[in-house]
């Protein structure tokens, strides 16, 4: 886990390479180490001991990435071994991880080791808190045969991944190990902030592990309590280098070393609030200048600040998801910015642009709070993230994946000949409609309540349109009228007496069992019969 090193003064975090075995966890450090030292600095990554190019405990190097509020980040890079039989070594790495890059392999012949590896390690990710990310390196893109993205991006559908984070690469020749590596650290510095946010990022001088050799140490004091793992793999015919590997002597008994997961105070100079806000409310000020569409796509797609991005970690797992689609952004007449992606929404009001990243920073933690505290009415694949366009202009984005839309519905059934099915869905709608309303009471300002900004999730609607400024609002029973009406005004005259019929007679005692029901059957009602006025709906 990340630690705040006193002795350095800097913040250190660990990303940890795992995947199956040859896919090309070594070769991608040993790479990327050269990549990010330059090729004149011929330090190899720290292997404690290998056999036959098999690592057996862990490869390593550390490299520091730049800073991360005014303090150096020290970035420790470590692989796992990927022999079957070395489980115990891979979960205990895996566990310190601020992020996991797993590196699958693209050549046919391995392709199922992928699922088993993946299998093994997800449970090993699921309970901590802040959640650790993982980037999916899909490697060795440059073999004639590899498999694409898109492929690999369905073995993980069917593991109900949701927002994939997915890098084509080769360990060979370097492509994408650099983007994979950045990326990596993104969401791990994620977890630091979110760490401080907890008061929980442990700091102090003697700390936690600051070296390969360390590490190696603390791993065989384990060991010496267990039984040594065997690598004599299973046998697998494909894999002849994995038979006969030799268990390396054990090192004798060093000077102790510090868990992974010490408790040790929390540096209090990391403290978000006290260093990023003036204790003021955020001042949002509207857009004066015009900017560069260009400028503004770039800022959406790698100028996220550190920490700018709500709910951590996994906000940027969706953020990444929504932008790789990304193709048009466009901005109103108002100066609002908005994308659109086949499943993703995404917007920045002029009122979400910043002069500075502080001010902009209290936005985006009034909006987390708000999030936070409306949770359960809210369509759960949201985001809200900070970019830095230049000149020190921040905006504050929203991403929405709202899934299948009530409106949708509604439209869809009112296009269909079956009267019956089309009244169901409506009187069902307009139920879980006001149960809505009843539980956004009070909140309703900042939302834009029409059936286009609400889904269906496990029976009951939810919010999944932008959180927006507070406004004054109509009563619940305006809203629920405004909200289904202009759907209703869109069907025909004689659907509109059908269902209004079948509501009526047929389906009242069926559907509208109790008074809750009743009274929606009675509100609903009237409404079938109303026409559009020219100046909007009729109330
Ligand atoms: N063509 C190609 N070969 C690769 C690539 N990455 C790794 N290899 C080769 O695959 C073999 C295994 O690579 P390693 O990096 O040792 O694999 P590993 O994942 O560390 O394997 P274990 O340590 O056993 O878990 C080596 O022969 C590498 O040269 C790649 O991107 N493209
Ligand atoms: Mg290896």
Redesign the pocket.
């Given at each position: 886990m990340a630690f705040f090193d006193e002795s350095q003064d800097s913040a250190v975090v660990r990303i940890v390479?795992v995947?199956?075995?040859?896919?090309?966890?070594?070769?991608?450090?040993?790479?990327l180490n050269q990549i990010l030292k330059g090729k004149s600095d011929g330090a190899a990554p720290y292997s404690p001991s290998?056999a036959y190019?098999?690592?057996?405990y862990f490869?390593w190097f550390d490299h520091c990435a730049g800073l991360f509020r005014g303090r150096p980040i020290r970035c420790q890079v470590i692989?796992?071994?990927?022999?079957t039989t070395l489980t115990e070594r891979r979960k205990m790495l895996v566990d310190m991880a601020d992020c996991v890059v797993f590196?699958a392999?693209s050549?046919p012949a391995r392709w199922g080791k992928n699922r088993e590896f993946l299998d093994e390690m997800i449970p090993w990710i699921k309970g901590p808190q802040p959640p650790i990310a993982i980037v999916f390196q899909l490697?060795?893109?440059?073999?004639a045969a590899a498999y694409p993205v898109d492929a690999f991006k369905s073995v993980l559908a069917e593991l109900h991944y949701a927002n994939p984070v997915v890098r084509a690469?080769?360990?060979?020749?370097g492509d994408g190990l650099r983007e994979t590596f950045i990326t990596a650290v993104s969401l791990a510095l994620d977890r630091v902030h979110a760490l401080i946010e907890a008061n929980a990022l442990p700091s102090g001088k003697d700390l936690d592990i600051r070296d390969g050799q360390q590490l190696f140490d603390l791993m065989t004091q384990r060991e010496q309590a267990m039984p040594p793992p065997s690598t004599e793999p299973p046998p697998e015919t494909d894999e002849k280098?994995?038979a006969g590997v030799a268990e390396p002597a054990s090192r004798p008994e060093e000077a102790p070393v510090a868990s992974s997961r010490t408790e040790a105070p929390v540096s209090s100079v990391w403290d978000i609030r006290t260093e990023e806000s003036s204790g003021a409310p955020a001042a949002a000020k509207p857009a004066e200048e015009s900017y560069d569409c260009d400028l503004v796509k770039k800022s959406l797609l790698s100028h996220v600040v550190a920490g700018g991005i709500y709910p951590p970690v996994h906000g940027r797992e969706r953020m990444y998801a929504a932008v790789a689609g990304l193709q048009e952004l466009a901005q109103l007449p108002d100066g609002a910015w908005h994308a659109r992606t086949a499943e993703w929404r995404i917007r920045s009001t002029s009122v979400e642009n910043f002069e500075g990243l502080a001010s902009a920073r209290q936005y985006l933690l009034a909006l987390a709070h708000l999030c936070e505290s409306m949770k359960d009415v809210l369509v759960k694949e949201r985001f809200v993230a900070v970019t830095e366009v230049g000149d020190g202009r921040c905006f504050v984005w929203q991403g929405i994946r709202p899934g299948l839309l009530a409106s949708d519905w509604l439209r869809e059934s009112g296009e269909q000949p079956d009267s019956l099915r089309c009244a169901t869905v409506l009187f069902v709608v307009a139920m879980r409609l006001r149960q809505l309303l009843t539980r956004v009471s009070g909140l309703q300002g900042r939302l834009v309540l029409s059936l286009d900004n609400m889904t269906m999730h496990e029976e009951e609607l939810i919010y999944s349109g932008f959180l927006d400024e507070p406004k004054e609002t109509g009563s619940s029973a305006e809203l629920f009228v405004q909200a289904l009406m202009p759907h209703l005004c869109a069907w025909s005259e004689t659907r509109r007496i059908e269902v209004g019929e079948l509501l009526g007679g047929k389906l009242r005692g069926l559907l509208a069992k109790n008074d809750e029901q009743q009274s929606v059957l009675d509100a609903v009602l009237p409404l079938l019969g109303q026409r559009q006025s020219p100046e909007g709906v009729q109330v």
């Open positions: 390479y995947g199956p075995p040859f896919a090309g966890k070594t070769e991608s450090l040993r790479t290998d190019g098999r690592t057996l490869d692989a796992v071994p990927g022999q590196v392999d050549t490697n060795k893109q440059d073999h690469t080769s360990a060979t020749t280098t994995e």
